[in-house]
């Protein structure tokens, strides 16, 4: 990796011209996006739109992308996904994939990545697996329960918990709100917002428009591959005609 000199305060991730295939078949069409410091970011679009496939490609898991992916000042893009994690970028699938046969605990230790500095030297927020009991009290509970053994939800709380053992500056999360029950979506919003007061930016795969107004700062509309809106969360909640034409089903 290139080392230009990146200061916190300038955004941390941009994204340019990324292409993406799934075979023969083009889903995203010169993406182009960013993500500041301690900003939560909205990706919306329908079922099919190019969301997950954005994500990823920013994280190195499409066999055929194209384009410039920078990440605190340095370009990712063609890096192996581990590289890319251990830069300092966590990522949530929507499919969870936790370790079925290792318990609670066992799964969190396995995200455990070193504490992180920013480069100006100030230290960013490592994350405990006592910290993360607090922010998920379920899993306070049940830290000796096999992975296999918890609901859709849990599962879910423990990937994104699993995922801040890294102690990433960026989280990468798809489609959270997605299949699970009323209450873990709230706490999953009540967790967005916990990780921006501590400076974590999020990247946030979406189709939920009111999971995305309680949590976000902007938003970039996804329809057939290709960006078609964006703009302040505000300004698309106050706009019936973008949310018609590319959210609802």
């Known amino acids: 990796m290139s080392n230009t000199q990146f200061n916190p305060d300038e955004t941390l991730l941009t994204v340019s011209k990324l292409n993406a295939w799934y075979g023969a078949a083009h889903i995203l069409f010169d993406v182009d996006l960013n993500v500041r410091r301690g900003e939560v970011v909205a990706l919306m679009g329908r079922n099919g739109a190019g969301k997950s ?29 581990y590289e890319i994690s251990r830069a300092g970028v966590g ?49 306070g509970a049940m830290q000796d329960r096999p992975g296999g053994q918890m609901s859709g939800g849990e599962q879910q709380m423990l990937t994104v918990a699993r995922t801040l053992m890294g102690n990433p500056y960026l989280v ?21 917002i916990a990780l921006k007061e501590h400076g974590v930016s999020v990247l946030l795969s979406e189709q939920n428009v009111h999971f995305a107004e309680l949590v976000s700062d902007r938003v970039y509309v996804l ?10 969360m505000e300004e698309l909640a106050e706009n019936e005609e973008i949310r018609r034409s590319y959210l609802t089903v």
């Open 53 to 81: 496939t954005t994500l990823k490609s920013i994280m190195g898991l499409m066999e055929k992308s194209k384009g410039e992916i920078h990440f605190m000042g340095k370009k990712i893009s063609g890096r192996q996904p």
């Open 91 to 139: 990522f949530v699938p929507e499919d969870r994939r936790v370790f079925s046969d290792l318990t609670v605990t066992e799964n969190l230790e396995v995200g455990r990545q070193a504490a992180r500095q920013w480069p100006d030297g100030t230290t960013a927020y490592t994350w405990t697996p006592e910290a993360l009991y607090k922010l998920f009290p379920n899993l």
């Open 223 to 232: 329809e057939k591959g290709q960006i078609r809106y964006t703009a302040t």
């Open 172 to 192: 990468l999360l798809d489609e959270p709100s997605e299949g699970v029950a009323p209450v873990i979506v709230e706490q999953m919003a009540n967790t967005i």
